[in-house]
Protein backbone atom coordinates (compact mmCIF):
# COMPACT_ATOMS: atom_id res chain seq x y z
CA UNK A 1 0.00 0.00 0.00
CA UNK A 2 1.21 3.55 -0.20
CA UNK A 3 0.46 6.31 2.07
CA UNK A 4 -1.74 9.42 1.35
CA UNK A 5 -2.26 12.63 2.61
CA UNK A 6 -4.57 15.47 0.61
CA UNK A 7 -4.15 19.37 1.36
CA UNK A 8 -5.78 22.35 -0.28
CA UNK A 9 -9.50 22.27 -0.12
CA UNK A 10 -11.15 25.11 1.35
CA UNK A 11 -13.90 27.76 0.56
CA UNK A 12 -14.22 28.90 -2.89
CA UNK A 13 -17.62 30.92 -4.20
CA UNK A 14 -19.34 28.92 -7.56
CA UNK A 15 -17.21 30.01 -10.55
CA UNK A 16 -13.82 29.87 -8.90
CA UNK A 17 -11.22 27.31 -8.96
CA UNK A 18 -9.20 25.57 -6.60
CA UNK A 19 -6.27 22.67 -6.43
CA UNK A 20 -5.97 19.99 -4.55
CA UNK A 21 -2.96 17.61 -3.89
CA UNK A 22 -2.55 14.11 -2.75
CA UNK A 23 1.42 13.39 -1.44
CA UNK A 24 1.62 9.87 -1.73
CA UNK A 25 4.71 7.78 -0.06
CA UNK A 26 5.35 4.17 0.15
CA UNK A 27 8.33 2.37 -2.63
CA UNK A 28 5.21 1.21 -4.95
CA UNK A 29 3.65 4.68 -5.30
CA UNK A 30 4.74 4.06 -9.68
CA UNK A 31 2.96 0.84 -9.96
CA UNK A 32 -0.66 2.72 -8.71
CA UNK A 33 -3.04 4.19 -11.02
CA UNK A 34 -4.67 7.38 -8.84
CA UNK A 35 -7.63 8.98 -8.69
CA UNK A 36 -10.41 11.26 -6.60
CA UNK A 37 -13.39 10.69 -4.85
CA UNK A 38 -15.58 12.56 -3.25
CA UNK A 39 -18.24 12.50 -0.58
CA UNK A 40 -21.22 14.94 -0.11
CA UNK A 41 -22.89 14.79 2.87
CA UNK A 42 -25.76 12.56 3.24
CA UNK A 43 -24.78 10.85 -0.44
CA UNK A 44 -23.03 7.92 -1.39
CA UNK A 45 -19.33 8.43 -2.30
CA UNK A 46 -18.11 8.93 -5.88
CA UNK A 47 -16.06 8.84 -8.53
CA UNK A 48 -14.23 11.90 -9.57
CA UNK A 49 -11.32 11.48 -12.08
CA UNK A 50 -8.51 8.95 -11.98
CA UNK A 51 -5.15 8.81 -13.55
CA UNK A 52 -2.97 5.78 -14.88
CA UNK A 53 -0.05 5.01 -13.68
CA UNK A 54 2.56 6.51 -16.04
CA UNK A 55 0.18 9.83 -16.07
CA UNK A 56 -0.56 9.39 -19.93
CA UNK A 57 -4.27 7.93 -19.34
CA UNK A 58 -7.12 10.14 -17.28
CA UNK A 59 -10.83 9.19 -17.00
CA UNK A 60 -13.51 11.41 -15.56
CA UNK A 61 -17.01 11.06 -14.31
CA UNK A 62 -19.35 12.90 -16.33
CA UNK A 63 -20.35 15.38 -13.93
CA UNK A 64 -16.64 17.48 -13.97
CA UNK A 65 -15.27 16.18 -17.64
CA UNK A 66 -14.38 19.62 -19.35
CA UNK A 67 -13.92 21.47 -15.52
CA UNK A 68 -11.55 19.36 -13.79
CA UNK A 69 -8.52 17.94 -14.62
CA UNK A 70 -6.12 15.51 -13.15
CA UNK A 71 -2.28 15.12 -13.26
CA UNK A 72 0.48 13.70 -11.53
CA UNK A 73 3.86 13.86 -11.16
CA UNK A 74 5.52 10.93 -10.08
CA UNK A 75 8.79 12.63 -9.09
CA UNK A 76 7.23 14.78 -6.55
CA UNK A 77 5.17 11.48 -6.22
CA UNK A 78 2.02 14.05 -6.21
CA UNK A 79 -1.32 13.64 -7.64
CA UNK A 80 -3.19 16.88 -8.26
CA UNK A 81 -6.83 17.84 -8.92
CA UNK A 82 -7.56 21.23 -10.95
CA UNK A 83 -11.02 22.16 -10.06
CA UNK A 84 -12.45 25.28 -12.55
CA UNK A 85 -15.66 26.54 -12.60
CA UNK A 86 -16.75 25.24 -9.04
CA UNK A 87 -20.46 24.60 -8.54
CA UNK A 88 -22.22 24.47 -5.38
CA UNK A 89 -22.67 20.93 -5.93
CA UNK A 90 -19.45 19.84 -6.12
CA UNK A 91 -19.05 20.57 -1.82
CA UNK A 92 -17.84 17.44 -0.75
CA UNK A 93 -15.08 15.94 1.32
CA UNK A 94 -12.18 15.14 -1.75
CA UNK A 95 -10.65 11.89 -1.26
CA UNK A 96 -7.28 10.62 -2.78
CA UNK A 97 -7.15 7.04 -3.57
CA UNK A 98 -5.05 4.65 -5.32
CA UNK A 99 -4.34 1.01 -6.45
CA UNK A 100 -2.28 -1.02 -8.71
CA UNK A 101 -4.61 -1.83 -11.77
CA UNK A 102 -3.65 -2.53 -15.45
CA UNK A 103 -5.72 -3.22 -18.56
CA UNK A 104 -7.89 -1.22 -20.64
CA UNK A 105 -10.34 -0.87 -18.08
CA UNK A 106 -7.72 0.21 -15.59
CA UNK A 107 -10.15 3.06 -14.31
CA UNK A 108 -12.91 0.49 -13.40
CA UNK A 109 -11.66 -0.20 -9.97
CA UNK A 110 -12.10 3.64 -9.13
CA UNK A 111 -16.09 3.79 -10.30
CA UNK A 112 -16.45 0.56 -8.52
CA UNK A 113 -14.83 1.91 -5.39
CA UNK A 114 -12.42 -1.07 -5.11
CA UNK A 115 -9.22 0.94 -3.72
CA UNK A 116 -7.23 -0.67 -1.57
CA UNK A 117 -4.87 3.37 -0.29
CA UNK A 118 -6.87 5.81 0.86
CA UNK A 119 -6.14 9.44 2.03
CA UNK A 120 -7.82 11.31 5.12
CA UNK A 121 -9.77 13.59 2.82
CA UNK A 122 -10.07 17.32 2.51
CA UNK A 123 -12.88 19.42 2.71
CA UNK A 124 -13.65 21.41 -0.48
CA UNK A 125 -16.94 23.44 -0.10
CA UNK A 126 -18.32 26.13 -2.86
CA UNK A 127 -20.60 28.72 -1.81
CA UNK A 128 -23.45 30.15 -4.19
Known amino acids: QVQLVESGGGLVQAGNSLNISCAAS????????MGWLRQAPGKEREFVAA????????YYADSVKGRFTIARDNAKRTVYLQMNSLKPEDTAVYYC?????????????????????WGQGTQVTVSS
Open 97 to 117: AGEISYGSRWYSIFERDILGS
Open 26 to 33: GRTYSDYA
Open 51 to 58: INRSGTMT
